[in-house]
């Protein structure tokens, strides 16, 4: 009766620890082949907190940036009497549909066009670089642009290429200073009060140091 109950425990705290798990994937944990080989690439998580300790949920919203580099394709608009065609700027880190349809058909990287728009997060994964779930793991992602589904071939270069926009990333250094900066032309000018200025000193001061 005790080895029943002792695994009975054992069995809810395992299940327990799993469950935990899978609300959050830890980008840092990824190169962990211990903690990778407790998940499968068809597992989704809740949410993804991403090296700079910021988090996003499933179904937030984060912002398409700009095209990051030369990735350019033709375009040919076909007319009743004439064709034209002109080279379009594509991002080089996302592609429209999924990665299935990539294998398929080649990749088909996101136009220009669609820069700037709110992109809801669809699916947060994690996705091993072999067959097997004992072989490094990544975290993909997966969005919806105005109904367009967006797969995120790279999240840590799109972020660092602007090609994505991480709402909640912790404020930089200089950009601390500069709205540390502008809260003092504030209390100058009398707009904010000495107690307004010391709060938010102390909130941007973290940043700063």
């Not at 068809?42 to 700079?52: A, N, P, T, V």
């Not at 071939?153 to 709402?167: Q, S």
């Not at 504030?186 to 307004?196: C, S």
Request: charged share 20%; with cysteine.
């Amino acid at each position: 009766m005790k080895k029943a109950l002792a695994l009975g425990t054992l069995l809810i705290s395992s299940l327990t620890i799993c469950g935990q798990s899978l609300d959050t994937l830890y980008v840092k944990k990824c190169q962990d082949i211990t903690w990778t080989s407790l998940y499968r690439n068809s597992d989704r998580f809740k949410s993804i907190k991403l090296e700079d300790d910021s988090t996003l949920n499933l179904d937030g919203v984060i912002k398409i940036g700009r095209p990051s580099g030369t990735n350019s394709s033709r375009v040919v608009n076909t007319g009743l009497f004439n064709s034209t065609v002109h080279q379009q700027n594509n991002f080089s880190y996302l592609m429209l549909g999924r990665m299935g349809m990539a294998a398929m058909g080649g990749i088909t990287y996101l136009p220009e066009n669609l820069k700037g728009l709110d992109a809801k997060i669809m699916e947060i994964k994690i996705v091993h670089s072999g067959f097997s779930k004992n072989s490094l793991a990544g975290p993909a992602l997966l969005l919806n642009v105005n109904g367009v589904t967006v797969y995120v071939l790279n999240y840590k270069l799109a972020f660092e290429n602007g090609e994505l926009i991480n709402p909640n990333r912790p404020m930089s250094r200089s950009e601390a200073i500069a709205a540390l900066k502008e809260q003092k032309d504030l209390l100058d000018l009398g707009m904010i009060t000495i107690e307004q200025f010391d709060i938010k000193k102390a909130e941007l001061g973290k940043f700063i140091k």
